[in-house]
């Protein structure tokens, strides 16, 4: 089974400007997350999706930051314009749901000069 | 507010030996906890889970404890092996909803 994929591993950016970081989940698996690690702390979600639908964007910077999730399968977040603050790395999880486990891709590293 | 808390950053542990590892949650709604581990450069891997009904859940030489009237789980390993050396990651949710991580313990294990 393919895991979860996500692209491109590393960008380095200017403040400022824009970026866009691409996932494509676990095949058949319906609920698709992205978090956001800051070094040193644990994953914190940005936004939930459920098929195509958003369950959960409470967390997630909507002046600045996007996310969508079309035909309910690969997902796009996009930040626009980045700060300082936004260095990270971006973490794209997919679950078939209920009571089963989060399967991570290896993330995007961002980094904003 | 930290929900899920691990305590300890860092722990030192001889190969052969057993490794145990912390976690105290404060959400009471929580009926689903997750260990990851992470590798420099890679996302976090899978490792075990326990829900709520349970109060251990064992996979080879990994067991997780669950204390729910302590707000406690732990994760053991047995045998501890370089291999093991990482982060590692407790998380905890309601089933279905985004998890809530600690901020992870590094684990060294010395050959």
């Known amino acids: 089974e393919a895991g979860v994929a996500q692209s491109p591993r590393y960008k380095i950016i200017e403040k400022r400007q824009s970026v866009a970081f691409w996932c494509n989940p676990i095949s058949g698996h319906a609920t698709l997350y992205w978090y956001q690690q800051i070094l040193g702390q644990g994953p914190k979600l940005l936004i939930q999706f459920q098929n195509n639908g958003v369950v959960d964007d409470s967390q997630l910077p909507k002046d600045r930051f996007s996310a969508e999730r079309l035909k309910g399968v690969d997902s796009t977040l996009k930040i626009q314009p980045a700060k300082l603050e936004d260095s990270a790395v971006y973490l794209c999880?997919?679950?078939?749901?209920?009571?089963?486990?989060?399967?991570f891709g290896d993330g995007t590293r961002l980094s904003i000069l | 507010d930290q929900q899920v808390k691990q305590n300890s950053p860092s722990l030192s542990v001889q190969e052969g030996r057993i490794s145990i590892l912390n976690c105290d949650y404060t959400n009471s709604m929580f009926d689903y906890f997750l260990w990851y581990k992470k590798y420099p450069a890679e996302g976090p891997t899978f490792l075990i889970s326990?829900?709520?009904?349970?109060d251990k859940n064992e996979d080879g030489r990994f067991t997780v404890f669950l204390n729910k009237s302590a707000k406690h789980l732990s994760l053991h390993i047995v045998p501890s092996q370089p291999g093991d050396s990482a982060v590692y990651f407790c998380?905890?949710?309601?089933?279905?909803?985004?998890?809530?991580f600690g901020k992870g313990t590094t684990l060294s294990v010395s050959s």
């Open positions: 999880a997919s679950s078939p749901g209920g009571y089963q486990p989060q399967h």
């Open positions: 998380a905890a949710n309601q089933a279905g909803t985004a998890l809530i």
């Open positions: 326990i829900s709520s009904i349970k």
